[in-house]
């Protein structure tokens, strides 16, 4: 079990260009959540999903971000016209197809928008 | 939503001592995990617990969840301890849904 991988772990980019970020849950995991983070405050909730079905999004998740797991596996999550405010960590989770749906995170990805 | 409340917001030991970190939430969980954030931002699962009492080593948590709080007890603290906790949890109506963090505790064990 080589638990939750991101790439890449940090990405600088400027304002007005996309960017996609990649998440592998835990192999078997079928539920895959994407978190953001920004500085002094807890994670919060964007969106997750249920194999390949995306069940519930956040208010956070403007049209300007769209996230995908076209084959129940790994997921991304792409930012379109990016702008100074969604500089953040971006953290991705899995949990398994069980009663206890304990989440286990990735290293997240460090987006600096310049 | 569901709120979740975390106290204190910052706390400095010595290395050696004992402390305590509170979670109070808002409404009915049937999910509440502890975890622990390194300085590189990944965070560590310490506990899932919903209700009950767990320990793991020098680190245990109690969740009274009919009254709607959660305690974190580090005993013997080291300063591989420092960084930041957090109480996540999800709202009983769910499952499998998305985790509501709290703001976080900030340790800062000294030598």
């Known amino acids: 079990d080589t638990g939750v991988s991101q790439d890449p772990r940090h990405k600088i980019t400027k304002r007005g260009q996309n960017v996609t970020f990649r998440c592998d849950p835990i192999s078997e995991h079928n539920r895959l959540y994407w978190y953001r983070q920004t500085l002094g405050q807890g994670p919060e909730f964007l969106t997750y999903?249920?194999?390949?079905?995306?069940?519930?999004k956040s208010r956070l998740l403007s049209d300007r971000f769209s996230a995908e797991r076209p084959k129940g596996s790994f997921s991304t999550l792409e930012i379109q016209r990016t702008e100074q405010g969604d500089s953040a960590m971006y953290l991705c989770?899995?949990?398994?197809?069980?009663?206890?749906?304990?989440?286990?995170f990735g290293p997240g990805t460090r987006l600096t928008v310049t | 939503g569901i709120q979740v409340e975390q106290s204190p917001p910052d706390l400095i030991l010595q290395e050696g001592a004992n402390s305590t970190l509170r979670c109070n939430f808002s409404d009915s969980v049937n999910n509440l995990q502890w975890f622990h954030q390194n300085p590189w931002g990944q965070l560590i699962n310490l506990f899932y617990i919903p209700s009950g009492t767990k320990q793991n080593g020098r680190l245990s948590a109690t969740t009274v969840a009919t009254e709607r709080y959660s305690l974190l007890y580090i005993s013997s603290s080291q300063t591989t301890d420092s960084g930041v906790y957090f109480c996540a949890v999800e709202r009983r109506e769910t499952s499998g849904s998305r985790l509501t963090f709290g703001e976080g505790t900030q340790l800062t064990v000294n030598p």
């Open positions: 989770a899995s949990s398994p197809r069980v009663l206890i749906y304990e989440q286990y």
């Open positions: 999903f249920q194999n390949e079905a995306q069940l519930e």
